[in-house]
């Protein structure tokens, strides 16, 4: 089992930057054996693949419209996967979610991961 807690979203303006934290309880399987991605989903629209990271953290993944402005990264000592957004546009608004696959490579679809948290929401203006 895993249970994943995000933090780190709020409101901020175009051009900004936020960190997103995503905290992993883990019983029955180490956090270190379990790619990790993010996902967002706006309002009316599906949820959507954002960022992914294997085991190690040697392979990530990012969608076209993020690369180039998030970073997926992990800290396996801290059971912990952040997403660091800079750049900022009114269309990264939506809730994002923490999702954990438990194969060493991630997928992108929403289908192929495990476990998911509840959710942060990034509002950002214009």
């Known amino acids: 089992q895993v249970q994943l807690v995000e933090s780190g979203g709020g409101l901020v303006q175009a051009g900004d930057s936020l960190r997103l934290s995503c905290a992993a309880a883990?019983?029955?399987?180490?956090?270190?054996?379990?790619?990790m991605g993010w996902f967002r989903q706006a309002p009316g629209k599906e949820r959507t693949f954002v960022a992914a990271?294997?085991?190690?953290?040697?392979?990530?993944f990012y969608a076209d419209s993020v690369k180039g402005r998030f970073t997926i990264s992990r800290d396996n000592a801290k059971n912990t996967v952040y997403l660091q957004m800079n750049n900022l546009k009114p269309e990264d608004t939506a809730v994002y979610y923490c999702?954990?696959?438990?194969?060493?490579?991630?997928?992108?679809?929403?289908?192929?991961?495990?476990?998911w948290g509840q959710g942060t929401q990034v509002t950002v203006s214009s």
């Open positions: 883990v019983s029955g399987r180490t956090f270190s054996k379990n790619a």
């Open positions: 990271i294997s085991w190690g953290g040697s392979y990530t």
């Open positions: 999702a954990a696959d438990q194969r060493a490579i991630p997928g992108q679809r929403a289908r192929e991961y495990d476990y």
